[in-house]
Structure formats: structure tokens, C-alpha cells
């Protein structure tokens, strides 16, 4: 499939259930778009496909609601989709995928991109706002310039070079490495539950602080900057030889329900708990509070989590 592309920008509206996303830049002045394992009549059975207006339209259909016979959808094959765009093309909009993995060699523009169970790997992106959640897959960025916000659950972040402008990065049981230069115009964060940061800074330029927030994980900074811009904050150390952080596995419970197909199509995420199964772990933290380990805010924003 292809189309004419006649400016520099192109806006996505992409959403996938059963496969994944692949963003190629070429030498070229339309767009394509391929499908890894689907001819194309299957292609146009599975998935809504518009172009108008410099924007390209994807949503995978329900399964429920193709003419496909069932034994298709017991195919392993991934049904990748490819989408090959001119170099320097700008982006913007919106990717989600639910156990795809979402890859390209270089990305230009500004884009929410959110995975469930799959993995991000990016070579090169330039953005200055950037969004990326991800749930239970990893994360990988080999070079960024601009600005990023990471949303990670039960999955790590690795930042490998670049020059970062601003960033907030939350995790709550996965690693986030960081090793880029940094020319900050905004105040940046990072947060996690269980997980540890590590911050090699090749150098540091601009006015605003960083501040970095963990409950038990650790927090290691190497590198050339000004230590006065950097607040550590290590909340609650001791989880880390208490018998209670084995509760910090167990809160990837609360996105075990997730990706349903709802009737209209649209992919939805459930964040919420299920209690069922997390009764002990509340108890360790009443428990806690009782011994005075911990106060009474600390404790509930560790119940809060686990619903």
C-alpha cells in the first residue's frame, strides 16, 4: 500500500493487538506500508488503513469480528507492520501496540508511543516532546536529542548517548541507565519503586536541578556535573534487606489484567489491581507501620500501589 505524502509531516493513529510496528526511513517521496506475514486481502480483512489530510489511520479490527477462519489467529507468525517513510519525515501522534514491539532506526518529531509486553528499540531519535509507557518489555534508545518522559513497569530503561533537554522517568521495578550529556531548560526527574538509576553525565550545561526519588532502589551518578544541581532522595532503604521488598515482584500484578479488545476496536489497557493474592503483602505493611519501620503516608502509598 502506498500513498502520497506532501509535506514533511505525517500525523499516526496506530493501534495493534497481535503484531508489531517497524519505522524505516528511506529515500523515497510516498509512503508504504507492508505487512511481514499477510497478503494483502488478509491485510485489509484485519486492519482499518485511511489516509487524509497528512494523517495515516491503522486499527487492527477484532479478531472476533474477521471472516478469517479461527484456525488463522492459531498462527504464530508475527504480522508485523512496516511502515517505510521519506528521510526527515517529522512525526507525530500516537502508537500502541499490545504484545508487539515497536523498533525504528531513527525517528524524528513528537509522539506518545505505548507498549503491553513488547519491546521498544530505537537507534536514533530526535524529539522535543517524547512520551514512551511501557509495560513488562525493555526499552532501548541508542542516541536521543530532545526531551523524553518513560513510564516503565516490570521492565529496564537504557538511555546509551545523546544529548538530553529535559527528562521524567518513573519505573517501578525496572533500572534506568542513563549515559548522554545533558543541556537541561526544564527541572527533571526521575522516580522508582524497586528499581536502581544509573546516571553517567558527559557533561551538564543550563540552570535547572535534577531530582531523583526511590523507595529501595539505588542510585549511582558518574561523570562530568555540578553536584549542587542533583537531590537524591532514598525513602525507605531498609526495604532493601527487609524480608518485604519480595512484595516488589508481586506488583506486577496490577497490569496482569490488561489489553482487552473492546467491541468498537479500541485497545484497552486496565491498571487497575486485583487484591486476590495481595492480602499478605498489606499485612507486612500494617505490620510494618505497627513496628514504626515506616509512617503512615509511606504506607499507603505502598497499598495504593498494589490496587
Known amino acids: ?17 497481535k503484531g508489531g510496528l517497524v519505522i524505516i526511513e528511506m529515500e523515497r517521496e510516498d509512503l508504504a506500508l507492508s505487512f511481514s506475514e499477510l497478503r494483502k486481502q488478509t491485510a485489509e480483512e484485519l486492519f482499518s488503513i485511511s489516509f487524509q489530510d497528512e494523517l495515516l489511520l491503522i486499527k487492527e479490527k477484532p479478531w472476533k469480528n474477521a471472516t478469517l477462519p479461527t484456525a488463522f489467529f492459531r498462527n504464530e507468525a508475527r504480522n508485523d507492520l512496516v511502515l517505510k517513510i521519506p528521510t526527515g519525515t517529522r512525526l507525530r501522534g500516537t502508537i500502541t501496540t499490545v504484545s508487539g514491539d515497536i523498533r525504528a532506526a531513527s525517528i524524528t518529531g513528537s509522539l506518545k508511543m505505548k507498549t503491553i509486553s513488547g519491546q521498544m528499540n530505537f537507534g536514533r531519535i530526535e524529539s522535543n516532546r517524547l512520551n514512551l509507557q511501557n509495560i513488562g518489555g525493555n526499552l532501548n534508545i541508542e542516541n536521543l536529542a530532545g526531551a523524553i518522559s518513560v513510564k516503565m513497569i516490570s521492565g529496564n530503561c537504557q538511555i546509551q548517548d545523546g544529548r538530553i533537554s529535559r527528562f521524567a522517568f518513573s519505573s517501578v521495578s525496572g533500572d534506568i541507565s542513563v549515559n548522554a550529556s545533558l543541556d537541561l531548560d526544564r527541572d527533571s526527574t526521575i522516580h522508582t519503586v524497586s528499581g536502581d538509576a544509573t546516571l553517567n553525565i558527559l557533561g551538564y550545561t543550563g540552570e535547572s536541578r535534577i531530582y531523583i526519588s526511590t523507595l529501595s532502589g539505588e542510585t549511582a551518578i558518574t561523570g562530568d556535573y555540578p553536584h549542587e544541581k542533583i537531590e537524591i532522595k532514598n525513602r525507605m532503604p531498609f526495604l532493601k534487606s527487609h524480608p518485604f521488598k519480595a512484595f516488589m515482584p508481586a506488583m506486577k500484578s496490577f497490569v496482569s489484567s490488561f489489553a482487552k479488545m473492546a467491541d468498537d476496536g479500541d485497545v484497552e489497557v486496565h491498571t487497575a489491581a486485583e487484591t486476590k493474592g495481595n492480602d499478605k503483602y498489606i499485612q507486612q505493611i500494617l505490620q510494618m507501620l505497627a513496628d514504626g519501620k515506616i509512617n503512615a503516608e509511606e504506607a499507603e502509598k505502598l497499598i495504593s500501589a498494589l490496587k
Do not use: D, Y
Not at 500500500?1 to 493487538?17: A, R
Open 1 to 17: 500500500m502506498n500513498f502520497n505524502l506532501k509535506g514533511q509531516t505525517l500525523e499516526l493513529e496506530i493501534s495493534l493487538i
